[in-house]
């Protein structure tokens, strides 16, 4: 599996979007992403309460620890490359986290309008 360029929505270097904990489709901090990436994990998004209780309800808990597959659970205020079609889907709820526009994969726009995220830009 060979990732895709690693360049963001703006045309530049795909930034790191989190360590802490790790992200992304291949877990190196970055939401890259390829063709085996099903979800499209190319969003960097910071977490709000809100969005985690909005995922949590459509059926993804992205807050509840498992300890089974070393993921702590997410907080408010941490950096996690999230599905674009969640993202968007939360945009027309009303309640999409904010973006880092730098750590956003490019292939996000295949799913999400640049205005949409700017919109959101962290």
């Known amino acids: ?3 895709d360029d690693s360049i963001n929505v703006l045309g530049g270097a795909l ?3 989190g360590g802490d904990p790790v992200t992304g489709f291949f877990r190196d901090g ?9 979800g499209s994990h190319t969003v960097c998004a910071v977490m709000t309460a809100e969005f985690l209780a ?4 459509v059926g993804n ?5 498992r300890p089974e597959f070393r993921f ?7 950096r ?3 599905c674009a079609s969640r993202f968007l889907q939360a945009a027309d709820e009303g309640c999409a986290p904010k973006v880092s526009l730098e750590a956003t994969h ?5 799913i999400v309008p640049l205005d949409v995220l700017e919109r959101h830009k962290a």
């Open 15 to 17: 930034d790191l979007c």
């Open 106 to 110: 490019r292939r996000a726009l295949d």
């Open 54 to 57: 909005f995922s949590k309800y």
């Open 61 to 65: 808990d992205l807050s509840t620890p």
């Open 80 to 82: 996690w490359c999230l």
């Open 72 to 78: 702590a659970g997410l907080k408010p205020g941490d």
């Open 1 to 3: 599996m060979e990732p």
């Open 30 to 38: 970055h939401c890259n992403t390829c063709s085996a990436d099903q």
